[in-house]
């Protein structure tokens, strides 16, 4: 069985004794963080960048300022160069980001936190597909929320896995709705290889999952800027 390191990484936890870690984001990376309106989400844009060239280029036993990104199928980022050997996949919402490394093959990562949704529910839930919108319309009342999230980041995560990202509609295809469904290896399409499809435990009020080409262990550790 493969093994995928599982990053955890506060986004409000940078410090406020040291900021080296702005060392580890480029001009442009910079540049980007700056266009946000919410200084905040401009901080936590750049955290994400840091703690994820620092993932990596400890992994891959390099200088942080070594790491080289380059734009993969359908945008999705990659390593550049001989280092592409590792596989790696990147999520977040609000200050929470994961981080996913692996030697196993292409991965897939989302994370949600979740929202109430109320009487939105019917609304958000109609770009699913007819069966899913049923099975979570049938759940008791308590249980449709986090129904919904487990349901949005197993259809996300298969996607960012392809590296389509929304670019394919989601109701194209079916996922578990049960938030406790356990992993299993799912065909996105008949005719394509399949992929290991798992929820994460994150945290209460959290949402989120991974896919990937092998069956793969989790080894979970917390990231620290310091």
């Known amino acids: 069985m493969k093994w995928v390191t599982l990053w955890s990484v506060d986004l409000d936890a ?6 080296r ?16 309106v919410n200084p905040r989400d401009g901080r936590r844009f750049l955290a994400r960048r840091a703690a994820r060239r620092a993932v990596l280029a400890a992994e891959l036993k390099l200088p942080i300022q070594a790491v080289r990104f380059v734009a993969g199928i359908h945008g999705k980022p990659a390593l550049a160069g001989p280092a592409n050997v590792l596989q790696f996949n990147t999520t977040h919402s609000a200050g929470r980001a994961l981080i996913a490394t692996s030697l196993a093959g292409p991965l897939g990562l989302d994370l949600e936190r979740h929202l109430p949704l109320g009487e939105d529910l019917h609304r958000v839930s109609s770009a699913f597909n007819p069966s899913e919108q049923k099975s979570l319309a049938a759940l008791p009342a308590e249980l449709q929320t986090s129904a919904f999230f487990a349901l949005w980041t197993r259809k996300e995560a298969l996607l960012k896995a392809v590296g389509l990202g929304l670019s394919r509609a989601l109701d ?9 469904a356990v992993p299993q290896w799912f065909f ?13 435990s994150v945290g209460p009020g959290l949402s989120a999952a991974l896919a990937s080409t092998n069956r793969v262990r989790l080894d979970q550790r917390d990231f620290s800027f310091s």
């Open 21 to 36: 870690w702005l060392d580890w984001v480029d001009e442009a990376e910079r540049r980007q963080a700056d266009r946000f």
């Open 172 to 180: 194209s295809f079916v996922v578990p709705v049960d938030p406790g």
């Open 188 to 200: 996105l399409d008949p005719e394509a290889s399949p992929w290991w499809l798992q929820s994460l």
């Open 14 to 19: 940078t410090g406020v004794d040291s900021d």
